[in-house]
């Protein structure tokens, strides 16, 4: 007997694969210090948070030098645990983020934060530092 066709899912939840994809890809390149790899999954006019020293970045160029100068001082690895797509499209991540000091290797902290993502074309757009949910 012929099966039931699945109904199709809204079309703003289809594209969360493909970002959770992007966004792996750019954890794994950042933990692995590979700025280029990670630098190509940004739009070229990327807007990144600077949470290191304050402010903003604008462009990959900039994106590249703010980790040059915070993976001198600072090396921190982020695992996301969990992806949600937002109502507006954007995309947070529930990140758990270890940051040690880069000459001692003393740790600085262990903690969860959440990373909000605009992604347009397949490519990093805006990402936003969100404090935790509890936290809110």
């Not at 792996?24 to 006019?45: G, K, Q």
């Not at 969990?82 to 270890?98: K, N, P, R, S």
């Not at 934060?113 to 074309?121: A, M, P, Q, S, T």
């Not at 990402?127 to 509890?134: A, S």
């Amino acid at each position: 007997e012929p099966r039931a066709r699945p109904r199709p899912r809204a079309a703003r939840f289809d594209r969360l694969p493909d970002a959770e994809e992007t966004l792996r890809s750019a954890y794994r390149a950042f933990n692995a210090r590979d700025i280029d790899a990670a630098i190509e999954l940004m739009h070229p006019d990327v807007d990144w948070p600077n949470a290191w020293e304050g402010g903003r970045v604008a462009g990959r160029a900039a994106v590249r030098d703010y980790w040059k100068r915070q993976f001198a001082v600072i090396s921190g690895n982020v695992e996301p645990e969990g992806f949600t797509e937002e109502a507006d499209g954007a995309i947070t991540v529930d990140v758990h983020q270890v940051v040690h000091d880069a000459n001692t290797g003393e740790l600085i902290s262990d903690s969860r934060v959440l990373h909000r993502y605009r992604l347009e074309d397949g490519l990093i757009v805006r990402m936003d530092v969100l404090e935790p949910r509890d936290q809110q």
